[in-house]
């Protein structure tokens, strides 16, 4: 497995935050790659915290979390 740090993110989220299509879309790259890195953009920390927003993802795909580290978020399968 590769180490947490030097994962690239493969998804962003702005500003229209967590959507249906980001959840679909981290669900099958955990398929894929098993552990996967979601960067959060500072206009989706306009109405959200970066704990609600990772809270969110796991909960809707069924996830857990890794790590939470500045604006980003590592998670994978349970």
Known sequence: ???IHE?????????NGVT??????V??????????KIK???SA????????I???IVKE?????VQIRGHSVVVRGK
Not at 7 to 15: E, F, T, Y
Not at 20 to 25: A, C, E, K, P, T
Not at 28 to 34: H, P, R, S
Not at 61 to 65: M, R, V
């Open 1 to 3: 497995m590769e180490d």
């Open 7 to 15: 994962l690239k993110p493969v998804i962003r989220i702005g500003k």
């Open 20 to 25: 249906g299509n980001i959840i679909n879309d």
């Open 27 to 36: 669900k099958n790259l955990v398929k894929k790659k098993k552990i996967v």
């Open 40 to 42: 959060v953009l500072r």
């Open 45 to 52: 920390l306009n109405s959200e915290t970066m704990k609600d």
């Open 54 to 56: 990772a809270d969110k």
């Open 61 to 65: 795909a069924n996830l857990k979390i």
